[in-house]
Structure formats: C-alpha cells, structure tokens
C-alpha cells in the first residue's frame, strides 16, 4: 500500500469527533512503525540489553546490569 493510502486510511479509521492533534498522532504513529520497519530490513536492529539501557528507555533504570 502506497504511504498517501495508509495515511488516509488511518484518517479515515479515526471516529467522527477526532480533532486534529488525533490525527496527528495516528499519522506519527504511522511513521515511527514504518521508519522502525525501514531500519529493521537493513539490520539496524538493537537488542533488549542496548533498549534498557538506552536513556530514552522508560524502564532502563529498573533494568541495570
């Protein structure tokens, strides 16, 4: 599916009374899971140990080794 296609589906998806800063979000959303998908099929992958410990991790300071 084209990317202009499924932000119009995630528009579309979302309920009548949805504001903009939804569809915002939807559409973020959207980018993160292809963006995170794009660097997965080039191997840019980390492992859970490099996630916890990453200070953008919200549990990694419950993780340290």
């Known amino acids: 599916m084209e990317a202009k296609q ?3 589906k995630a528009i579309e998806e979302l309920p009548d009374d ?3 800063e939804e569809a915002l979000d939807r559409l973020y959303l959207l980018y993160k899971v292809e963006r995170g998908l794009r660097q997965a099929n ?3 992958l980390l492992s859970q140990d ?3 410990g990453s ?3 919200p549990t990694s300071r419950h ?3």
């Open 6 to 8: 499924q932000m119009l």
């Open 63 to 65: 993780h340290k080794a």
């Open 18 to 20: 949805a504001g903009v």
């Open 55 to 57: 200070p953008r991790c």
């Open 42 to 44: 080039r191997g840019e």
């Open 50 to 52: 490099e996630v916890r």
